[in-house]
């Protein structure tokens, strides 16, 4: 079963970057597509982006322009790089592979932008 690691998180102002990675031993980007999710406090989850196999992307609006999920088959890792970021971006990050690749879930990391 597939079974993923988020990193990357933490505190960063207004306007600032963060890159999110996620990865595997089991994951192979090349057969996988993988999707980021976040989840503020008291609020639903929220699908934020896609990746597929072939390497399209899609995402949310809210994100649009200001993120960009890309991976590196090399090491089979996924990356969300989230520029400009803004406060109502705060919230636990997570990846998460499609049905066909076990509907895993990472753990969670978490991103707050605050000043």
């Known amino acids: 079963q597939v079974q993923l690691v988020e990193s990357g998180g933490g505190l960063v102002q207004p306007g600032g970057s963060l890159r999110l990675s996620c990865t595997g031993p089991?994951?192979?980007?090349?057969?996988?597509?993988m999707n980021w999710y976040r989840q503020a406090a008291g609020k639903q989850r929220e699908w934020v982006s896609y990746?597929?196999?072939?390497?399209?992307?899609t995402y949310a609006d809210s994100v649009k322009g200001r993120f960009t999920v890309s991976k590196d088959p090399l090491t089979d890792t996924v990356y969300l790089q989230m520029n400009d970021l803004k406060p109502e971006d705060t919230a636990t990050y997570y990846c998460k592979t499609t049905v066909s690749c076990d509907n895993a879930w990472g753990q969670g990391t978490q991103v707050t932008v605050s000043s």
């Open positions: 990746i597929g196999p072939d390497a399209v992307t």
């Open positions: 089991r994951f192979r980007s090349n057969v996988c597509g």
